[in-house]
């Protein structure tokens, strides 16, 4: 029995709306690689791996009642799915605790399954009226994994979950990218007309994402030096940092894409960026870093714990965390030395093809969930 290949459902309603789509598929597919049988139920299809991935969720913005009773069907739907598939482990990403939460990680303990538990951003969990749904969402959980040791310290600080209990594996590198395309594509499909540089902040727009840092800093590079601000927002409104732009006098150096951007169009501004900047005031992971990693665009990120976990100087600049300035002297030098851009390309594709394989997380995956009694 013990030998018997582990039946595992990878089962995620946010999926494509959030990027999970590449986690999802290049963990399956490596699992997959290893003997394990491995399907994912999320809100996307994959003509290549129609054998992996199924359609089972609505792909929705939406947090209304009805959508949430719709969220529900669904869910039951599709683990009456996974069930039938014969599926034993259920693999869910953990990005936020409430009573729907719990709701959900119930019901799929209800119909049988064990859980790991992927937690992806503690910054999400950590309020205070928040921990009880979190700590409830860990106890239905047989493990629960992280993507770094500061997300475990922060963790085990703030709701005194044992360490004994979380698994820390890498989040995988998007390295599995196409070819870049080329500028004059990119530049003419967003409208674009500068023919200078191009910072890009791109991801989830929030006020822990440090945006303003980053307009601060662009005042004081050359008028050559554009910005690219793409990603939906969260928890605020984009009038505060539009308002900022205009009194600072950036509105000709400035683009923003404030919405849901597509796959094929976050592939074109990573082609196009020659920075990705990372003005963080908190955070306990990025995938953003790793995504620009992977396509080598040179990186300047704020000295965070889990920004230093990755960032060793050589693959990439760190800034003091909120100082606008440090983060201009960074960017200015990096726009000036272009052999220093070459070899920080060079350093982070090494880096997060040595250090972030997918092949080599499937392997730490499979190790755990070996130990899951089912």
């Not at 209990?165 to 007309?193: A, C, E, Q, W």
């Not at 796959?263 to 870093?289: C, T």
């Not at 040595?354 to 130990?371: F, G, P, Q, S, V």
């Amino acid at each position: 029995m013990n030998d018997a290949p582990l039946q595992i459902a990878i089962i995620d309603p946010v999926g494509q709306k959030a990027g999970m789509d590449f986690y999802n598929l290049s963990l399956a597919r490596q699992l997959k690689n290893l003997g394990c049988r491995v399907k994912v139920y999320s809100n996307y299809t994959s003509e290549e791996n129609s054998d992996i991935v199924i359609n089972r969720f609505e792909f929705s913005f939406s947090k209304s009642i009805k959508h949430r009773i719709l969220l529900l069907i669904q869910y039951i739907s599709t683990l009456q799915k996974a069930k039938k598939d014969g599926s034993k482990i259920a693999i869910l990403h953990f990005f936020h605790s409430s009573l729907i939460d719990y709701l959900l990680f119930s019901l799929c303990r209800f119909y049988g399954f064990k859980i790991c538990l992927i937690l992806h951003d503690v910054d999400s969990f950590i309020a205070s009226q928040k921990k009880s749904w979190l700590l409830k969402c860990l106890n239905k959980a047989s493990c629960v994994i992280v993507h770094n040791e500061t997300t475990c310290d922060e963790l085990v600080s703030r709701t005194g979950y044992p360490k004994i209990k979380i698994n820390v594996i890498p989040h995988g590198n998007f390295s599995d990218h196409p070819p870049k395309v080329s500028r004059t594509f990119v530049m003419d499909y967003f409208k674009l007309k500068h023919r200078g540089f191009y910072l890009l902040f791109f991801g989830m727009i929030k006020n822990s994402k440090g945006l303003e840092l980053a307009l601060e800093a662009l005042q004081k590079t050359d008028s050559n030096v554009h910005l690219i601000i793409a990603g939906r927002m969260r928890g605020q409104s984009f009038d505060l940092y539009q308002e900022k732009i205009r009194a600072i006098g950036l509105e000709s150096r400035v683009h923003s894409f404030i919405r849901y951007i597509s796959n094929l169009e976050r592939h074109y501004l990573f082609s196009l960026a020659d920075i990705a900047v990372l003005p963080y005031k908190r955070i306990y992971q990025s995938g953003v870093l790793l995504f620009a990693m992977s396509y080598g665009v040179p990186v300047i990120a704020s000295d965070l714990p889990a920004n230093r976990e990755i960032i060793d100087g050589q693959n990439g600049k760190l800034f003091i965390s909120g100082d606008s300035g440090d983060l201009t002297l960074q960017i200015n030098m990096l726009i000036k030395d272009e052999n220093a851009r070459i070899l920080l390309s060079k350093k982070s594709i090494d880096y997060v093809n040595k250090n972030h394989d997918w092949a080599e997380i499937a392997r730490m995956y499979m190790d755990i969930l070996k130990t899951i009694k089912c």
